[in-house]
Protein backbone atom coordinates (compact mmCIF):
# COMPACT_ATOMS: atom_id res chain seq x y z
CA UNK A 1 0.00 0.00 0.00
CA UNK A 2 3.11 2.23 0.54
CA UNK A 3 6.84 1.99 0.40
CA UNK A 4 7.74 2.84 4.06
CA UNK A 5 10.12 0.56 5.84
CA UNK A 6 8.31 -1.73 8.24
CA UNK A 7 10.46 -0.43 10.94
CA UNK A 8 8.49 2.84 10.32
CA UNK A 9 4.97 1.47 11.30
CA UNK A 10 3.51 0.80 14.94
CA UNK A 11 2.14 -2.34 16.29
CA UNK A 12 -1.34 -3.35 15.11
CA UNK A 13 -3.90 -1.62 16.82
CA UNK A 14 -7.31 -4.14 17.11
CA UNK A 15 -10.73 -1.84 18.37
CA UNK A 16 -14.41 -3.72 18.55
CA UNK A 17 -16.97 -1.15 18.69
CA UNK A 18 -20.75 -2.16 19.82
CA UNK A 19 -24.11 -0.68 19.07
CA UNK A 20 -23.57 3.18 19.55
CA UNK A 21 -20.32 3.22 20.15
CA UNK A 22 -18.16 5.54 18.35
CA UNK A 23 -14.20 7.62 18.09
CA UNK A 24 -14.92 11.21 17.81
CA UNK A 25 -13.53 13.45 15.57
CA UNK A 26 -9.48 13.86 15.74
CA UNK A 27 -6.33 13.78 13.83
CA UNK A 28 -3.91 10.49 14.07
CA UNK A 29 -0.30 12.34 14.05
CA UNK A 30 1.61 14.88 16.25
CA UNK A 31 3.90 17.31 14.68
CA UNK A 32 7.29 15.84 16.07
CA UNK A 33 10.14 14.05 15.09
CA UNK A 34 8.62 11.41 13.43
CA UNK A 35 4.80 11.93 13.23
CA UNK A 36 2.08 9.47 11.88
CA UNK A 37 2.28 10.70 8.09
CA UNK A 38 -0.68 8.09 7.13
CA UNK A 39 -3.21 5.48 8.54
CA UNK A 40 -3.81 2.07 6.96
CA UNK A 41 -7.37 1.19 8.66
CA UNK A 42 -8.09 -2.58 7.76
CA UNK A 43 -11.83 -3.77 8.44
CA UNK A 44 -12.06 -7.06 9.68
CA UNK A 45 -16.10 -7.55 9.80
CA UNK A 46 -18.96 -6.08 7.73
CA UNK A 47 -21.17 -4.11 9.67
CA UNK A 48 -24.64 -3.71 8.84
CA UNK A 49 -24.89 -0.38 9.57
CA UNK A 50 -23.13 2.68 10.51
CA UNK A 51 -19.55 2.65 12.01
CA UNK A 52 -18.47 4.25 8.82
CA UNK A 53 -15.02 6.26 9.15
CA UNK A 54 -16.03 9.95 7.72
CA UNK A 55 -13.90 12.85 7.30
CA UNK A 56 -16.12 15.67 8.52
CA UNK A 57 -14.23 18.53 6.31
CA UNK A 58 -14.76 17.13 3.32
CA UNK A 59 -17.68 16.41 0.76
CA UNK A 60 -16.13 16.80 -2.60
CA UNK A 61 -15.42 13.19 -3.86
CA UNK A 62 -12.36 12.81 -6.47
CA UNK A 63 -14.84 10.17 -8.12
CA UNK A 64 -18.18 11.36 -7.47
CA UNK A 65 -19.55 7.31 -8.67
CA UNK A 66 -17.64 6.38 -5.22
CA UNK A 67 -20.14 8.32 -3.28
CA UNK A 68 -23.08 5.90 -4.52
CA UNK A 69 -20.72 2.77 -4.40
CA UNK A 70 -19.46 2.93 -0.51
CA UNK A 71 -23.08 3.99 0.31
CA UNK A 72 -25.44 3.68 1.79
CA UNK A 73 -24.18 5.77 4.67
CA UNK A 74 -25.77 6.49 8.17
CA UNK A 75 -26.95 9.81 9.51
CA UNK A 76 -23.33 10.65 10.64
CA UNK A 77 -21.84 10.47 7.36
CA UNK A 78 -24.17 11.23 4.93
CA UNK A 79 -23.23 14.26 2.83
CA UNK A 80 -19.30 13.53 4.14
CA UNK A 81 -16.37 11.57 2.23
CA UNK A 82 -16.88 8.57 3.75
CA UNK A 83 -15.91 4.91 3.73
CA UNK A 84 -18.02 2.07 4.81
CA UNK A 85 -16.98 -0.75 6.85
CA UNK A 86 -16.37 -4.05 4.72
CA UNK A 87 -14.57 -7.07 5.41
CA UNK A 88 -11.46 -7.37 3.65
CA UNK A 89 -10.94 -3.53 2.55
CA UNK A 90 -8.82 -1.65 3.34
CA UNK A 91 -8.64 2.40 3.39
CA UNK A 92 -5.48 4.61 3.70
CA UNK A 93 -5.72 8.05 4.14
CA UNK A 94 -2.25 10.36 4.67
CA UNK A 95 -2.45 13.02 7.50
CA UNK A 96 0.98 15.11 6.82
CA UNK A 97 1.41 17.00 3.63
CA UNK A 98 4.55 16.84 1.28
CA UNK A 99 5.61 20.20 3.88
CA UNK A 100 5.72 18.10 6.70
CA UNK A 101 2.31 20.13 7.96
CA UNK A 102 -1.16 18.49 9.11
CA UNK A 103 -3.50 18.22 6.11
CA UNK A 104 -6.68 19.74 7.93
CA UNK A 105 -8.81 17.27 5.66
CA UNK A 106 -7.21 14.47 7.45
CA UNK A 107 -9.62 15.31 10.56
CA UNK A 108 -11.84 12.38 10.86
CA UNK A 109 -14.08 10.36 12.67
CA UNK A 110 -15.64 6.58 13.77
CA UNK A 111 -19.50 7.01 13.02
CA UNK A 112 -21.42 5.27 15.79
CA UNK A 113 -22.60 1.33 15.11
CA UNK A 114 -25.87 1.83 14.09
CA UNK A 115 -26.82 -2.41 14.05
CA UNK A 116 -24.09 -5.17 13.80
CA UNK A 117 -20.33 -4.83 15.44
CA UNK A 118 -17.98 -3.18 14.17
CA UNK A 119 -13.96 -4.99 14.20
CA UNK A 120 -10.95 -2.73 13.02
CA UNK A 121 -7.15 -3.31 13.08
CA UNK A 122 -5.23 -0.19 12.38
CA UNK A 123 -1.28 0.39 11.68
CA UNK A 124 0.17 4.18 11.77
CA UNK A 125 3.10 4.84 9.79
CA UNK A 126 5.51 7.14 10.74
CA UNK A 127 8.24 9.57 8.57
CA UNK A 128 11.11 7.81 10.60
CA UNK A 129 11.44 4.60 12.27
CA UNK A 130 9.38 4.43 14.99
CA UNK A 131 10.65 2.07 18.37
CA UNK A 132 13.75 1.19 16.64
CA UNK A 133 15.42 -0.82 19.59
CA UNK A 134 12.22 -3.05 20.05
CA UNK A 135 12.22 -3.56 16.24
CA UNK A 136 15.06 -4.68 15.87
CA UNK A 137 15.43 -6.85 18.86
CA UNK A 138 12.69 -9.18 17.77
CA UNK A 139 12.92 -12.53 16.67
CA UNK A 140 15.74 -13.07 19.31
CA UNK A 141 15.41 -14.69 22.67
CA UNK A 142 12.97 -13.45 24.95
CA UNK A 143 11.84 -14.12 28.44
CA UNK A 144 8.32 -12.49 27.77
CA UNK A 145 5.89 -14.12 25.70
CA UNK A 146 2.81 -12.56 24.27
CA UNK A 147 -0.51 -14.78 23.77
CA UNK A 148 -4.24 -15.65 24.25
CA UNK A 149 -5.30 -14.51 27.92
CA UNK A 150 -8.10 -16.93 27.93
CA UNK A 151 -5.59 -19.96 27.16
CA UNK A 152 -4.48 -20.28 30.71
CA UNK A 153 -0.69 -19.57 30.05
CA UNK A 154 2.09 -18.03 31.55
CA UNK A 155 3.78 -15.51 29.80
CA UNK A 156 6.92 -14.75 31.49
CA UNK A 157 9.60 -17.68 32.23
CA UNK A 158 9.64 -16.46 35.66
CA UNK A 159 5.94 -16.84 36.39
CA UNK A 160 6.16 -20.04 38.33
CA UNK A 161 9.06 -18.78 40.58
CA UNK A 162 8.09 -15.10 41.43
CA UNK A 163 4.46 -17.55 41.81
CA UNK A 164 6.61 -19.65 44.35
CA UNK A 165 8.04 -16.27 46.18
CA UNK A 166 4.50 -14.81 46.54
CA UNK A 167 4.75 -12.92 43.71
CA UNK A 168 0.83 -13.36 43.07
CA UNK A 169 -0.45 -11.59 46.12
CA UNK A 170 2.14 -8.54 46.53
CA UNK A 171 2.03 -7.72 42.60
CA UNK A 172 -1.74 -9.03 41.56
CA UNK A 173 -2.02 -6.40 38.71
CA UNK A 174 1.33 -7.69 36.91
CA UNK A 175 0.29 -11.17 37.83
CA UNK A 176 -2.64 -12.27 38.06
CA UNK A 177 -2.32 -11.03 33.87
CA UNK A 178 0.74 -12.36 33.19
CA UNK A 179 0.89 -15.31 35.04
CA UNK A 180 -2.38 -16.49 35.59
CA UNK A 181 -1.90 -20.15 35.41
CA UNK A 182 1.02 -19.74 37.78
CA UNK A 183 -0.81 -17.97 40.08
CA UNK A 184 -3.79 -20.29 39.25
CA UNK A 185 -5.95 -17.52 38.26
CA UNK A 186 -8.01 -19.49 35.02
CA UNK A 187 -8.19 -23.18 33.94
CA UNK A 188 -6.11 -25.10 31.50
CA UNK A 189 -8.27 -25.01 27.88
CA UNK A 190 -7.77 -26.94 24.75
CA UNK A 191 -7.29 -24.66 21.62
CA UNK A 192 -10.37 -25.00 20.34
CA UNK A 193 -12.29 -24.66 23.62
CA UNK A 194 -14.10 -21.80 22.73
CA UNK A 195 -16.37 -22.10 26.79
CA UNK A 196 -13.13 -22.76 28.58
CA UNK A 197 -10.91 -19.73 27.03
CA UNK A 198 -14.35 -17.26 27.27
CA UNK A 199 -14.72 -18.44 31.41
CA UNK A 200 -10.49 -17.54 31.57
CA UNK A 201 -11.16 -14.26 29.91
CA UNK A 202 -14.65 -13.39 32.19
CA UNK A 203 -12.26 -14.44 35.17
CA UNK A 204 -9.34 -12.09 33.97
CA UNK A 205 -11.39 -8.86 32.95
CA UNK A 206 -10.88 -9.24 29.01
CA UNK A 207 -13.78 -9.16 26.81
CA UNK A 208 -15.83 -12.56 25.81
CA UNK A 209 -15.81 -13.94 22.25
CA UNK A 210 -18.81 -13.80 20.34
CA UNK A 211 -19.44 -17.05 18.39
CA UNK A 212 -21.54 -15.66 15.59
CA UNK A 213 -18.65 -12.75 15.29
CA UNK A 214 -15.87 -15.38 15.42
CA UNK A 215 -18.41 -17.05 12.33
CA UNK A 216 -18.63 -14.38 10.64
Known sequence: ???SSPENQEDLQVLRYGIGQKYGAHMDSL??????MATVLLYLHDT???GETAFPDSSAWLNAELADRMGPFSECAKGKVAFRPKKGDA???WSIKPDGTHDPLSLHTGCPVVKGVKWTATSWVHSM???FDRYISEGKDSEEHDGEPGACTDMHDM???WADGGECDKNPVYMHTHCARACKRCEPCAESDVS?????RDRLGFMVYDQAELDA
Not at 196 to 200: A, L, V
Open 129 to 131: PYA
Open 1 to 3: MDE
Open 159 to 161: CGN
Open 31 to 36: IDDSPR
Open 48 to 50: EEG
Open 91 to 93: LMF
Open 196 to 200: CINRN
